[in-house]
């Protein structure tokens, strides 16, 4: 993997950020948010290379901020007034990426019936963010490295060479050492992208950061909807001990996703136990319960469920039930204070 020798930082980042000294405040860089080492160390590595012209390659799972990271650094650098382009290359068929790229002649092949500017000279004078560009077939790669080495390529149809100046951003999820030995990434073009690589840490790294990024995620809902939506504690501990494998996507859509269907406590289910929020299904005198109910909650279930059916009379519940009035009061209201502690702990 190339890799370059980094110098000390030189300028000051306070003024790309809010970053607070605060112990256990969240801080931010840019368009990113986080205040572990990881992210840390990230934040300078985007600092430095921010005010060069380098090619920038980053590498990290999915969700991980690879786009808002390239936009930082658009943001940060000195072209930060001309485009941001962000193209992802996996989604665009073969036969089309070079066209959108680097433009095409009108009649250059079927279906150009007009001509056009490619993202390369759409983003004259500032940023091109090429994501998933591993996903490139070989023949295309070679184009593409060409551009990056001479500055000019060929709209397709024309052999007049065009000229544009851009900073290429690339990002892959995959490690592309791999991707030259497994999935066709050409070296040559791995060196050229990677002149300056940077890792975008897994949520799973980043100690700290996981509470401090779904707290940012509800505030910010909270101020767009004008509510006052809280976690509840268990909410927080699941946001604490799952391990977020979708990373800041994930954890981002999961905080929305609870943020809606709170009224006032936002409870976040935990991932690996979703059948936990599934509702038995009751159907005259039968009730089933979903495979992989926890049995604390099955028990649980069956106990509200019969209680019901008996209409709220507690002594036949109990009967039912098998288990003495007493046992019953008790389980009722341990439910009862679970309930409460839901909220009060929030
Ligand atoms: N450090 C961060 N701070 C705030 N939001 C983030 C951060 N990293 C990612 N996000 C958010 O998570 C989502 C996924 O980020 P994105 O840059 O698209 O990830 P990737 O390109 O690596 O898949 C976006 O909504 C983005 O705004
Ligand atoms: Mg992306």
Same mark, same amino acid.
């Given at each position: 993997?190339?890799?370059? +020798? ?6 000051? #980042? ?19 948010? &986080? ?8 934040? +300078? ?14 590498? &990290? ?50 279906? $150009? ?70 999935? &066709? ?6 060196? #050229? ?48 001990? *799952? ?14 996703? $609870?943020?809606?269907? $709170? +009224? ?25 319960? *979903? ?19 008996? &209409? ?7 009967? $039912? ?26």
């Amino acid at each position: 993997m190339a890799s370059i +020798e980094l110098e000390a930082p030189t300028s000051d #980042r306070a003024a790309a950020g809010s970053a607070n000294p605060r112990a256990g405040a969240l801080q931010s860089y840019g368009l990113l948010y &986080g205040s572990s080492p990881a992210m840390q160390e990230l934040y +300078e590595q985007i600092e430095r290379v921010a005010s060069t012209d380098a090619t920038a390659l980053i590498i &990290g799972e999915s969700g991980t901020g690879k786009e808002l990271i390239a936009r930082t650094i658009h943001e940060q650098s000195t072209r930060k007034e001309a485009p941001f382009i962000a193209v992802n290359c996996g989604a665009i068929p073969d036969e089309l990426i070079e066209a959108e790229l680097f433009g095409h002649e009108k009649g250059s092949f079927t279906g $150009a019936i007009q001509g056009r500017v490619g993202y390369f000279e759409h983003a004259n004078g500032g940023t091109l963010f090429l994501d998933e560009v591993t996903e490139m077939t070989p023949v295309r790669q070679v184009k593409l490295l060409r551009a990056l080495e001479t500055g000019t390529f060929y709209r397709v149809g024309s052999s007049e060479a065009s000229y544009s100046d851009v900073r290429v951003i690339a990002a892959t999820n995959r490690d592309p050492v791999t991707a030259v030995k497994e999935n &066709g990434l050409r070296e040559d073009l791995m060196y #050229r992208l990677a002149v300056f690589p940077l890792r975008a840490p897994p949520l799973r790294e980043r100690d700290g950061d996981r509470e401090l990024l779904a707290q940012h995620f509800l505030n910010e809902l909270n101020e767009r909807e004008g509510t006052q939506k809280v976690f509840s504690k268990r909410a927080l501990e699941t946001v604490r001990s *799952w391990s977020w494998p979708g990373n800041v996507r994930e954890l981002k859509n999961a905080v929305y996703r $609870a943020f809606i269907l $709170a +009224e006032k406590v936002v409870e976040i289910p935990h991932p690996h136990l979703v059948s936990r929020v599934k509702k038995p299904v009751t159907q005259g005198d039968a009730m089933s319960v *979903w495979i992989g109910t926890p049995l604390a909650d099955a028990q649980k279930q069956i106990i509200l469920g019969t209680l019901k059916y008996c &209409g709220g009379d507690k002594r036949r519940a109990a009967r $039912a039930l098998g288990v003495s009035l007493k046992t019953l009061y008790n389980r009722l209201g341990a439910y009862g204070s679970e309930e409460r502690e839901g909220e009060e702990e929030a």
